[in-house]
């Protein structure tokens, strides 16, 4: 990797460059006014025309299509709501997690739907997978969702819903460190992910697949599909969205990831909607 590569930090605490505040504020103004520039729908959403999707995607601090960053923030259209955006970067094998974090610092929950805004076209960044860098030892196996295509930048700016893709990194302001107790404001120990954790998860009749996703991911987990996952050679990638089989079982297959708190378990538990919980035998794959 070149020597960006460096500067990467995420949970393992070298700096980055980061956006100021005011050029995230700025951004935000301008997707709104642009957005305003196009027809309103009979529903209200406000439509823009459409942009080659390469005009979406954008990549700064060095890197490019052929070496991505493993973060990229993603702008949706003005109206776009949470679940919808939510269910679009999932259904790529991506999730939201913000890289600003470490492993010895306070938990927090990965999903970001406090600081997404439908109302201001922007939408917070989401850890993804750099996946031409896999196997290449520049970054840690930790920072890559198996689920994830190659060309994981070039699908999320072709989808109609999304706005702007910019793929750069970040710098990280200072974070509190949770101390050596483990305790519901921690981070699972990266040693504990060193082999995938799969479970099954169940949710009360009702629940939507929206709501589902979102429960699950704002506590750090991630949809799997552990014989796709584990499978060699890697199989033609498909759509890691589970909406077909929710259907009719309303349950879920997740795996832990570096943005689980210690006590997934308990929170597990406590999450509205859960009825119950499994972890999958062996690999997790029954086929």
């Given at each position: 990797?070149?020597?960006?590569?460096?500067?990467?930090?995420?949970?393992?605490?070298?700096?980055?460059?980061?956006?100021?505040?005011?050029?995230?504020?700025?951004?935000?103004?301008?997707?709104?006014?642009?957005?305003?520039?196009?027809?309103?729908?009979?529903?209200?959403?406000?439509?823009?025309?459409?942009?080659?999707?390469?005009?979406?995607?954008?990549?700064?601090?060095?890197?490019?299509?052929?070496?991505?960053?493993?973060?990229?923030?993603?702008r949706f259209v003005k109206?776009?709501?949470?679940?919808?955006?939510?269910?679009?970067?999932?259904?790529?094998?991506?999730?939201?997690?913000?890289?600003?974090?470490?492993?010895?610092?306070?938990?927090?929950?990965?999903?970001?739907?406090?600081?997404?805004?439908?109302?201001?076209?922007?939408?917070?960044?989401?850890?993804?997978?750099?996946?031409?860098?896999?196997?290449?030892?520049?970054?840690?196996?930790?920072?890559?969702?198996?689920?994830?295509?190659?060309?994981?930048?070039?699908?999320?700016?072709?989808?109609?819903?999304?706005?702007?893709?910019?793929?750069?990194?970040?710098?990280?302001?200072m974070i509190p460190a949770?101390?050596?107790?483990?305790?519901?404001?921690?981070?699972?120990?990266?040693?504990?992910?060193?082999?995938?954790?799969?479970?099954?998860?169940?949710?009360?009749?009702?629940?939507?697949?929206?709501?589902?996703?979102?429960?699950?991911?704002?506590?750090?987990?991630?949809?799997?599909?552990?014989c796709y996952e584990q499978?060699?050679?890697?199989?033609?990638?498909?759509?890691?969205?589970?909406?077909?089989?929710?259907?009719?079982?309303?349950?879920?297959?997740?795996?832990?990831?570096?943005?689980?708190?210690?006590?997934?378990?308990?929170?597990?538990?406590?999450?509205?909607?859960?009825?119950?919980?499994?972890?999958?035998?062996?690999?997790?794959?029954?086929?």
């Amino acid at each position: 990797m070149h020597s960006q590569s460096s500067e990467y930090a995420g949970r393992y605490g070298v700096r980055k460059r980061v956006h100021s505040p005011a050029s995230f504020f700025l951004q935000a103004v301008i997707a709104m006014l642009l957005a305003g520039c196009g027809s309103v729908t009979a529903t209200g959403q406000t439509t823009t025309p459409a942009m080659p999707p390469n005009a979406k995607l954008s990549f700064n601090g060095g890197y490019s299509a052929a070496h991505p960053y493993p973060f990229a923030t993603v702008r949706f259209v003005k109206g776009t709501s949470y679940e919808a955006a939510l269910t679009a970067i999932t259904d790529l094998g991506l999730r939201p997690l913000s890289p600003c974090y470490a492993s010895d610092a306070l938990w927090a929950s990965a999903g970001q739907r406090n600081t997404y805004s439908s109302g201001t076209a922007y939408a917070p960044g989401f850890w993804v997978n750099g996946a031409h860098e896999r196997g290449a030892g520049s970054y840690s196996p930790l920072d890559y969702d198996p689920l994830a295509p190659d060309d994981w930048l070039q699908r999320l700016a072709t989808l109609p819903a999304v706005a702007h893709v910019e793929d750069s990194n970040m710098v990280c302001p200072m974070i509190p460190a949770s101390g050596s107790t483990p305790c519901a404001g921690s981070y699972l120990d990266p040693s504990v992910l060193k082999a995938p954790t799969y479970l099954h998860v169940s949710f009360a009749a009702g629940m939507s697949y929206a709501q589902a996703v979102a429960t699950v991911s704002n506590l750090g987990f991630r949809l799997a599909d552990p014989c796709y996952e584990q499978a060699k050679p890697t199989p033609a990638w498909h759509a890691m969205g589970q909406e077909t089989g929710y259907a009719t079982s309303d349950s879920l297959t997740l795996a832990l990831t570096d943005a689980n708190a210690t006590l997934w378990r308990q929170q597990l538990s406590k999450a509205a909607s859960v009825t119950g919980f499994s972890v999958l035998p062996g690999n997790g794959c029954s086929r």
